[in-house]
């Protein structure tokens, strides 16, 4: 009997990461007034291109680019790197983020163990830093928002 695998679905560890993630940015925004959503939820990067980031977060609650259906931008995107085509998130994903117009994407890869926060900068990203072991990843958007990179390796 054959076995059904989905290559494209998040392991375990991924999960745990993103869970860990949702509760420590909610822990710092909801407070605030502000709002952290996860995926399965669909962000158009094109006209006819949509994405699902891991988590989207919009600078306000009432956001405008919320549809009944998909976003129509966020200030900040997130994306835990899936071992089965980390390019994908490293590169296509960056490609079309960028492109969309997003401030700030963070890339989580469990893979190495870094945070990569990336800062928009005309029509493409620049790294605001590569965060590893030892290090808190923080965001230029959220001032005073940090997450310790040990934490977050360690989630897995």
């Known amino acids: 009997m054959a076995t059904w695998r989905c ?3 998040p392991r ?3 999960q745990t990461i993103l869970a860990f993630l949702y509760r420590v940015f909610f822990a710092f925004l909801h407070p605030r007034g ?4 996860f995926a399965p939820l669909r962000l158009r990067v094109g006209p006819a291109a949509f994405r699902e980031p891991d988590l989207l977060l ?3 609650a009432d956001d405008p680019r919320a549809q009944n259906r998909y976003w129509s931008g966020a200030d900040l995107v997130l994306e835990v790197v899936s071992e089965d085509d980390p390019e994908r998130d490293m ?3 960056v490609h079309d983020y960028a492109g969309a117009g ?3 994407y963070w890339i989580v890869n469990p893979l190495d163990e870094t945070i990569t926060v990336l800062s928009l900068a005309g029509d493409g990203y620049e790294p605001r830093g590569i965060f590893r072991r030892g ?4 965001s230029a958007l959220l001032e005073g ?3 310790s990179v040990d934490a977050v390796s360690d989630a897995s």
Do not use: M, T, Y
């Not at 290090?135 to 923080?138: H, I, K, L, R, V």
């Open 102 to 104: 997003i401030p700030e």
């Open 135 to 138: 290090d808190q990843a923080d």
């Open 145 to 147: 928002f940090s997450v």
């Open 91 to 93: 590169v296509d994903k």
């Open 7 to 9: 290559c494209r679905c």
């Open 58 to 60: 919009p600078l306000h």
């Open 12 to 14: 375990n560890g991924h």
């Open 34 to 37: 502000r709002l952290v959503l």
